[in-house]
């Protein structure tokens, strides 16, 4: 076993988030000759041996995601991610891991995210049912991830990832509504047969309406990893508290064109924390039940400020 930084696999995890993206092969991390287990559900040892793009990190990774967030008590008022997504043309597919939107626009025209003093241009939007994050251990219906690269780091690529859950409502999901008639649908799963089904809707699509109502001064962040296989750590991770709506018949659409249904959906469970820290609780609750009155107490967070954290790369 050899040890090093964060940085020693970042090439490899900036070229699988763009191969997400445009659908080219993965050069730097090559899957096993034979690929004969499907993604999901999630198990660390086939992620490590025998799945599409499967590597030990999936396994033995001590940087990994999802994780659960503890539900804050008093949340840090933060400044809000300053958000620039620009209303553009738009590429609408299923890869048959999930759907996803990627941006048409090139380079910084795509749109920016600003937070924690961190600039990342966006680069695609998708999604996971039911949710890889967990809040007190409690599972939300559906997951958004839009992912971004950080500026500055086209050699060895670093990336945040807006996230969002949802919840349940009575009211429509308005970015969503823009096209849940157009998704595209899959029958092959990922795994021994990659499949590929692109969407004939192009947009434009305003991406600033996928976090319409939602507050985004208040969020936890963490230091992560790509959460399908090959798992690398090169990712920040920016989850909002504040929740978006979806209908039933939203989420029942978008579970149909993403597929999985017959094992639980596309989601990868929380992983170990590690030690790593998680920033975004002034206080956390902590449900105390004493007889016939139950109440929260609460406790200070551990210090906020995100850890380096070394991996072992076996």
């Given at each position: 076993m050899k040890f090093g930084c964060r940085s020693h696999l970042r090439g490899a995890a900036g070229l699988l988030a763009l191969s997400v993206l445009t659908l080219s092969t993965v050069q730097a991390v090559r899957p096993p000759a034979h690929a004969?287990?499907?993604?999901?559900?999630?198990?660390?040892?086939?992620?490590?041996?025998?799945?599409?793009?499967?590597?030990?990190?999936?396994?033995?990774?001590?940087?990994?995601?999802p994780i659960n967030f503890a539900q804050c008590a008093v949340p840090i008022s933060r400044s809000p991610a300053e958000i620039s997504w620009a209303k553009q043309k738009v590429v609408l597919v299923n890869n048959g891991h999930t759907v996803q939107i990627t941006a048409a626009n090139s380079g910084a025209s795509r749109g920016k995210m600003v937070i924690d003093g961190k600039?990342?241009?966006?680069?695609?939007?998708?999604?996971?049912?039911?949710?890889?994050?967990?809040?007190?251990?409690?599972?939300?219906?559906?997951?958004?991830?839009?992912?971004?690269?950080?500026?500055?780091?086209?050699?060895?690529?670093?990336?945040?990832?807006?996230?969002m859950l949802y919840e349940l409502s009575d009211s429509p999901n308005l970015f969503l509504s823009r096209f849940e008639d157009q998704l595209p649908h899959c029958n092959q799963r990922r795994g021994t047969k990659p499949c590929l089904n692109i969407s004939s809707f192009k947009g434009p699509l305003d991406f600033n309406d996928i976090y319409k109502g939602v507050d985004l001064h208040h969020f936890w962040n963490y230091e992560g990893s790509f959460t399908i296989p090959p798992c690398l750590e090169a990712v920040t991770f920016y989850m909002m508290m504040d929740k978006a709506p979806i209908t039933q018949a939203q989420l029942d659409g978008l579970k149909e064109a993403i597929g999985w249904e017959g094992v639980g959906g596309n989601f990868r469970p929380p992983q170990p924390l590690q030690g790593r820290t998680v920033s975004g609780c002034r206080s956390v609750a902590t449900p105390v039940i004493v007889a016939n009155a139950p109440h929260v107490k609460t406790k200070t967070c551990v210090d906020q400020t995100p850890a380096i954290v070394l991996q072992a790369v076996i």
């Amino acid at each position: 076993m050899k040890f090093g930084c964060r940085s020693h696999l970042r090439g490899a995890a900036g070229l699988l988030a763009l191969s997400v993206l445009t659908l080219s092969t993965v050069q730097a991390v090559r899957p096993p000759a034979h690929a004969s287990h499907p993604w999901y559900p999630y198990s660390a040892r086939h992620w490590a041996t025998d799945v599409h793009n499967a590597h030990n990190v999936c396994q033995h990774g001590t940087v990994q995601s999802p994780i659960n967030f503890a539900q804050c008590a008093v949340p840090i008022s933060r400044s809000p991610a300053e958000i620039s997504w620009a209303k553009q043309k738009v590429v609408l597919v299923n890869n048959g891991h999930t759907v996803q939107i990627t941006a048409a626009n090139s380079g910084a025209s795509r749109g920016k995210m600003v937070i924690d003093g961190k600039s990342y241009t966006l680069v695609q939007c998708h999604w996971h049912y039911a949710s890889e994050h967990t809040v007190d251990e409690i599972q939300y219906p559906l997951e958004l991830h839009c992912v971004h690269q950080l500026d500055g780091t086209d050699e060895a690529p670093l990336y945040g990832v807006f996230a969002m859950l949802y919840e349940l409502s009575d009211s429509p999901n308005l970015f969503l509504s823009r096209f849940e008639d157009q998704l595209p649908h899959c029958n092959q799963r990922r795994g021994t047969k990659p499949c590929l089904n692109i969407s004939s809707f192009k947009g434009p699509l305003d991406f600033n309406d996928i976090y319409k109502g939602v507050d985004l001064h208040h969020f936890w962040n963490y230091e992560g990893s790509f959460t399908i296989p090959p798992c690398l750590e090169a990712v920040t991770f920016y989850m909002m508290m504040d929740k978006a709506p979806i209908t039933q018949a939203q989420l029942d659409g978008l579970k149909e064109a993403i597929g999985w249904e017959g094992v639980g959906g596309n989601f990868r469970p929380p992983q170990p924390l590690q030690g790593r820290t998680v920033s975004g609780c002034r206080s956390v609750a902590t449900p105390v039940i004493v007889a016939n009155a139950p109440h929260v107490k609460t406790k200070t967070c551990v210090d906020q400020t995100p850890a380096i954290v070394l991996q072992a790369v076996i």
